[in-house]
């Protein structure tokens, strides 16, 4: 079964084989290693289930980085603490020209409010924005108006990362070829490698590229077979109404 917390140990245990440097996104654009591994997490939905990679990257000596949305079933404080205690980086998932219509004032506002309130509780140097599929606005338009980095922000990953150069693997749609379902997760990119499982990736795990993003949503990855079960139903109907209704052709 793929999208189980046991396939991803799998992964994760083949790339520490491989002699990659697992980095955060701020220590990668901080100090970037030659050959990394980036590790990003949006933490969409089911904190908990994050927390439960957060502890398995911590037994296994590896840092990561969480981005939370500022909405109930993301914004755990209780979690997020927890997961930066265990020695991970913590950023901010915004989503603030779909939760303000549109209004740029309202969402750089909205943007403000909430890195403060992030910010209460953890450093937070990164951020990254939330896709929000079924809304016709794309938070990263706020930047065509405002500098994120006059926040003290040293990066997003959309617009800070060369993926010409950094291999971009993604969840996105519970498959890792989801970019042709995706409204907003992608990236312009020469790397003609696509994978569909994670046994695929696994399968060739030595001749992949020496930086790699992977992103992750760990609501998506379940032991519980009536929680994986769900999970697939829900992404694959996902993943049709995304692909005949909101991604552009």
Avoid at 14 to 38: G, H, K, M, V
Wanted: contains cysteine.
């Amino acid at each position: 079964m793929d999208f189980t917390v046991n396939k991803y140990n799998t992964l994760l245990k083949s790339l520490a084989d491989q002699n990659y440097t697992f980095q955060t996104f701020d220590e990668f654009i901080t100090a970037p290693s030659p050959r990394s591994i980036i590790l990003r997490h949006d933490v969409d939905l089911l904190p908990y289930n994050s927390l439960a990679f957060a502890k398995i990257q911590a037994e296994n000596n590896i840092s990561g980085t969480y981005y939370f949305r500022a909405v109930p079933e993301s914004w755990n404080e209780e979690v997020i603490l927890e997961i930066f205690d265990l020695g991970h980086e913590i950023g901010y998932h915004y989503e603030c020209l779909t939760t303000c219509n549109g209004d740029l004032k309202k969402g750089i506002k909205d943007f403000e409010d909430n890195l403060t309130a992030l910010r209460k509780l953890v450093p937070v140097s990164t951020i990254c924005m939330h896709g929000s599929p079924m809304s016709k606005h794309d938070s990263k338009d706020l930047w065509k108006t405002y500098d994120y980095k006059n926040y003290d922000i040293i990066a997003e990953p959309y617009f800070d990362v060369d993926f010409e150069k950094v291999f971009y693997l993604t969840d996105t749609g519970r498959r890792w070829d989801g970019h042709k379902v995706s409204v907003r997760d992608r990236v312009k990119t020469s790397f003609n490698e696509t994978f569909h499982s994670t046994d695929n990736i696994i399968n060739v795990i030595d001749t992949l590229p020496d930086t790699i993003m992977f992103t992750f949503h760990p609501q998506r990855w379940n032991d519980n077979r009536l929680l994986w079960t769900k999970e697939l139903i829900s992404q694959n109907t996902k993943n049709i109404v995304k692909k005949y209704f909101f991604v552009q052709k």
